[in-house]
């Protein structure tokens, strides 16, 4: 039977990246999403904003919610201190066995635990499961309607620390609005946006960063 985007944009980044270099398999991914199949993985000129923001907050806890092919989480892990706990949900699970693989072609899955399920029924479970006192660093990537159920539910949970910093990915394409509007207006929250474009297009999106205020 035919393959899915994701296992044949595994099988380039097997071809054509450098086995335990991240910075190839970004390469790599960028490269099949420009010239071969367009997916949605961050890209670079997000992925750019995404680097300047995790180093900036150099954060010992982090969790990503929506890893698809492990794009951002190569990103992200990259730039992470020794001994930091990433934690990436994935939905999926034919998107999880091939985040796994990509993962390991870039040579940092020692650095972040790739868990299947999802933010409804994982984030209650943080705190137990990974021993998560509270995150300070958290990419919102997932389904786009439960951005903002989840940072309420991270409030609940008491998984957020005043300085907590959240990154949300596609506030305008396919768009966040119910989410903007609460991070944007919430005393909670100091937010501020970052334009850019829908990734390997000219389509207009960006990346809304939102630091909690205790
Ligand atoms: O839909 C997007 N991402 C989410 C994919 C599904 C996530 C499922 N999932 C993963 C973890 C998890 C945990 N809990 C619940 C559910 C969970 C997305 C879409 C576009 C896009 C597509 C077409 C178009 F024409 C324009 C833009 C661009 C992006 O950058 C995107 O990120
Ligand atoms: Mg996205």
């Known amino acids: ?18 086995k335990g270099n991240p910075e190839s398999v970004i390469s790599a991914i960028d490269y099949f999403c420009k010239h071969s199949e367009w997916a949605m993985n961050v890209g670079d000129e997000k992925g750019s ?3 300047s923001v995790v180093t900036e907050v150099n954060p010992s806890t982090v ?54 399920g999802s933010s409804g029924d994982l984030i209650p479970q943080m705190k137990e499961r990974f021993g998560i006192t509270t995150f300070d660093f958290i990419f919102l990537d997932h389904w786009k309607d439960r951005y903002l159920p989840d940072i309420k539910l991270f409030e609940e949970c008491g998984l957020l620390r005043k300085g907590s910093v959240l990154l949300a990915d596609n506030v305008i394409c396919p768009g966040a609005p119910e989410y903007l509007e609460y991070v944007r207006n919430s005393p909670r929250y100091e937010s501020r946006y970052y334009p850019a474009h829908l990734e390997y297009t ?12 205790g």
């Open 1 to 18: 039977t035919r393959s899915t985007r994701p296992q044949r944009m595994l099988k380039a980044v097997q071809k054509n990246a450098t």
């Open 49 to 51: 904003i995404l680097d």
């Open 63 to 116: 969790l990503e919610l929506g890893t698809y092919c492990g794009y951002s989480t190569v990103r992200i892990a990259r730039l992470l201190s020794p001994g930091t706990k990433f934690i990436t949900l994935e939905f999926n699970p034919a998107n999880v066995t091939v985040a796994r693989q990509i993962i390991a072609h870039a040579g940092i899955q020692d650095k972040v635990t790739v868990v299947e």
């Open 202 to 213: 000219k389509v207009e999106d960006g990346l809304e960063k939102s630091v909690f205020l």
